[in-house]
């Protein structure tokens, strides 16, 4: 079964962290969650993404992004790993909780089970995956990655914003687009309010279809 995708809910699970016990629903309150699990602890891949996650934690933050990390080891290992996280990421400091599940149970009420990995002893791991959850406790957007390849945080901040700002105003980003550059109106709004809602003005590219859906704008 595929994992946690697009508008499915957060399960409100409680859960055990590095940072004591918490509802998920609490934590994400009425803020941006990124959530992303990892197949263990002590691995290189997952040592790095983390490290790099604290080292972007503070770019987060200016978004109103809160973080949790997810490995189904337990607390106490957690604790242990972030040591060397820290250590290899040059001393950013991993601020952020990390779930634990030496059980296995909160993969499986996730659905965040990988299909193909298991850790030393045969059993399931976590998938690579990073779900990004809006103040609704929605999944606005999911990756999911195989065990052997490690994630871009500058790709994570970049969809942080377009979310950010396609939920503000009812726009879209366009292909390749980053912060500062033009994005395109929604399609929902009609010329007449495109007036309205954008008085800077907007540009509609000239196509063959002679069609008028493609415009762009700044916000």
Request: aromatic share 8%.
């Given at each position: 079964?595929?994992?946690?995708?697009?508008?499915?809910?957060?399960?409100?699970?409680?859960?055990?962290?590095?940072?004591?016990?918490?509802?998920?629903?609490?934590?994400?309150?009425?803020?941006?969650?990124?959530?992303?699990?990892?197949?263990?602890d002590?691995?290189?891949?997952?040592?790095?993404?983390?490290?790099?996650?604290?080292?972007?934690?503070?770019?987060?933050?200016?978004?109103?992004?809160?973080?949790?990390?997810?490995?189904?080891?337990?607390?106490?290992?957690?604790k242990?790993?972030?040591?060397?996280?820290?250590?290899?990421?040059?001393?950013?400091?991993v601020?952020?909780?990390?779930?634990?599940?030496?059980?296995r149970?909160?993969?499986?009420?996730?659905?965040?089970?990988?299909?193909?990995?298991?850790?030393?002893?045969?059993?399931?791991?976590?998938?690579?995956?990073?779900?990004?959850?809006?103040?609704?406790?929605?999944?606005?957007?999911?990756?999911?990655?195989?065990?052997?390849?490690?994630?871009?945080?500058?790709?994570?901040?970049?969809?942080?914003?377009?979310?950010?700002?396609?939920?503000?105003?009812?726009?879209?980003?366009?292909?390749?687009?980053?912060?500062?550059?033009?994005?395109?109106?929604?399609?929902?709004?009609?010329?007449?309010?495109?007036?309205?809602?954008?008085?800077?003005?907007y540009?509609?590219?000239n196509?063959?279809?002679?069609?008028?859906?493609?415009?762009?704008?700044?916000?």
């Open positions: 079964m595929p994992g946690l995708t697009i508008g499915d809910d957060l399960p409100n699970l409680e859960v055990e962290t590095t940072h004591g016990k918490m509802k998920l629903h609490d934590y994400v309150g009425d803020s941006y969650t990124i959530l992303f699990s990892h197949p263990g002590f691995t290189p891949v997952c040592t790095t993404e983390l490290g790099m996650m604290a080292a972007y934690a503070s770019k987060f933050a200016e978004r109103g992004v809160r973080l949790l990390g997810f490995s189904c080891d337990d607390v106490q290992s957690h242990e790993w972030i040591k060397d996280i820290e250590a290899y990421n040059k001393g950013h400091k601020t952020y909780p990390i779930i634990a599940d030496p059980k149970e909160l993969i499986k009420q996730l659905n965040m089970v990988d299909p193909d990995e298991t850790d030393s002893t045969g059993q399931k791991v976590p998938s690579r995956a990073l779900h990004i959850v809006g103040p609704d406790k929605k999944i606005k957007l999911s990756f999911l990655y195989p065990a052997s390849t490690g994630r871009n945080m500058d790709e994570v901040l970049r969809v942080v914003d377009s979310l950010q700002k396609a939920a503000k105003h009812k726009v879209a980003t366009p292909v390749n687009w980053k912060p500062g550059d033009p994005v395109v109106i929604s399609p929902s709004v009609s010329n007449e309010q495109a007036k309205e809602m954008f008085p800077q003005g540009d509609t590219a196509l063959p279809s002679g069609k008028d859906y493609l415009r762009f704008t700044n916000v």
